[in-house]
């Protein structure tokens, strides 16, 4: 036998064992590859005499084809065996493998957020949602901001055709919240806000609000502050003080602005807080019981407190982002920073 029929034989043999495209590619791979049988014979031709070369060159020629021939004959069948496994589940994924689970980072504002949700959580709140896509009721009158009030005016927005609105404050929640339990509560409800804003470092016209809402018999400053400080201190991993100023909201009475020690200095005054040691951070307030009568809530026989953290403010404290642009921007350079990577 000369070494052609031996070439195909071999080849022929070899045919048998395709049964994947990985076997297939190697078999090829092993003739017509830059090493491959196939190949290795034309890097002969040089060595045989010169009248012999065209009977071996033909020759090889007529085994390549027929080698090209079968390949791409297989390559037909074995896709359609493949597809045919598929059809009749034959095929098994194992689909508890694990994969990847981000592709790329997390925004900071879903890492604070999912973190600020699992302290309150562990506290035994429940994390409601909220509209983007409000009633002037729910954004206002409800929360006691009725229409003419001063209040209105900071909160310029954007309104729609039918009367509705993009929601000012996530305190436009409250009512639908208040409702849903209709006596004890403890909730917090994150989401987006819109502004009619003058845009600067620390004006948005689209920013996120955290709210949260304590409603029971007796409940009092004490458990405001008492949420707030265990809050800041899980979230800035030392020990953080609070202190309460007089503040206005219409829908809390008292209200107060609450403060906490600046967490760059740990109080001892920096360019962040103007040298107070103090950060301006939440406002909040004891509900008023306006707000509760028109949930249905009797206030002579539940109180509650409420605050409404500047979500992005704090997202801004614990970056080190000294612009609030940044946050919508969807600068990947920037953003990509703080997320979880895979
Ligand atoms: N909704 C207020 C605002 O956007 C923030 C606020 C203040 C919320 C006091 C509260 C609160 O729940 O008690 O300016």
Redesign the pocket.
Known sequence: MDEFSELENSFNQEVKNVDSPKSLDDLRVAYLGKKGKITNLFAKIKEIAVEERKAFGQKINAIKDLIENKLSELKQKVENDKIAKEISGEEVIDISLPTKKYHGSLHPRTILQKEIEDVFVSMGFTVEDGNEIETEYNNFDSVNVPKNHPARDM?DTFWLDNGQLLK????AA?NRILRKYNGPLKAIFPGR?FRNEELDRSHENTFF?L???IVDKDVSVANLIHFMKSMLSEIFKKDIAVRLRPGF?P??EP?FEMDATCTFCSGKGCPTCKGSGWLELC???M?HPNVLINAGIDPEKYSGC???LGFDRLVMLKTGLDDIRYLNSGNIKVLSQFGVKD
């Open positions: 909160q000012t404050q996530t305190s409250q806000c609000q709210e949260g809402m909201f829908f809390v209200g406002p909040c307030g509900i409420a605050f409404g």
